[in-house]
T-cell receptor
């Protein structure tokens, strides 16, 4: 069974710090990886996609992928209180476009 | 309208009622999904339609019945639900890239919050 594991948190960081969110996946055939942000009472919103080993940067967000270790991470630099949300990690394999989601990590950025 | 819209946003129903959830996407995508989100649990995939054909049904109880009349509309018909079915039901769409790298990038609606009494 394909699984995506995340620490549920909460992860608490001070404003301006780097928040580091981690995710592992069980299916070695996974090729596509995603980070979604979900504010309380709202629906998930895609913020990053990564397909190749290494880093991918988009503004304050950096996604990191290590397929050998089956590990994906999301770094948020200069964290803001508005980044407080649940971050969902997802992975999909080459045979299916349907992603498997983790439980999500709750991030709290305090002033 | 843009994106993915779901109606109703909130629904309270008794166990003997019949109701339907509606989803409409304005993104030109060819795949649509129903997910269930309960507290403390990962998103649970319920149904997937690609090009209006059901491609996955994750052993969902028959009291949930999906309908996809065209690539822009998706329904979830509900009947004789149980209190444990109370959850947020999320519709999503994506562009299925046949023969290429799958995107898996989902665009979600705001969800329908269902309470079963």
């Amino acid at each position: 069974q394909k699984e995506v594991e995340q620490n549920s948190g909460p992860l608490s960081v001070p404003e301006g710090a780097i928040a580091s969110l981690n995710c592992t996946y069980s299916d070695r055939g996974s090729q596509s990886f995603f980070w979604y942000r979900q504010y309380s009472g709202k629906s998930p919103e895609l913020i990053m996609s990564i397909y190749s080993n290494g880093d991918k940067e988009d503004g304050r967000f950096t996604a990191q992928l290590n397929k050998a270790s089956q590990y994906v991470s999301l770094l948020i630099r200069d964290s803001q209180p508005s980044d407080s949300a649940t971050y969902l990690c997802a992975a999909s394999s080459g045979g299916s476009y349907i992603p498997t989601f983790g439980r999500g990590t709750s991030l709290i950025v305090h002033p | 309208e843009t994106g993915v819209t779901q109606t109703p946003r909130h629904l309270v129903m008794g166990m003997t009622n019949k109701k339907s959830l509606k989803c409409e996407q304005h993104l030109g995508h060819n795949a649509m999904y129903w997910y269930k989100q309960s507290a403390k649990k990962p998103l649970e995939l319920m149904f997937v339609y690609s090009l209006e054909e059901r491609v996955e049904n994750n052993s969902v109880p028959s009291r949930f019945s999906p309908e996809c009349p065209n690539s822009s509309h998706l329904f979830l018909h509900l009947h004789t639900l149980q209190p444990e079915d109370s959850a947020l039901y999320l519709c999503a769409s994506s562009q299925d890239v046949a023969g290429g790298l799958n995107t898996g990038e989902l665009f979600f609606g705001e969800g329908s919050r269902l309470t079963v009494l």
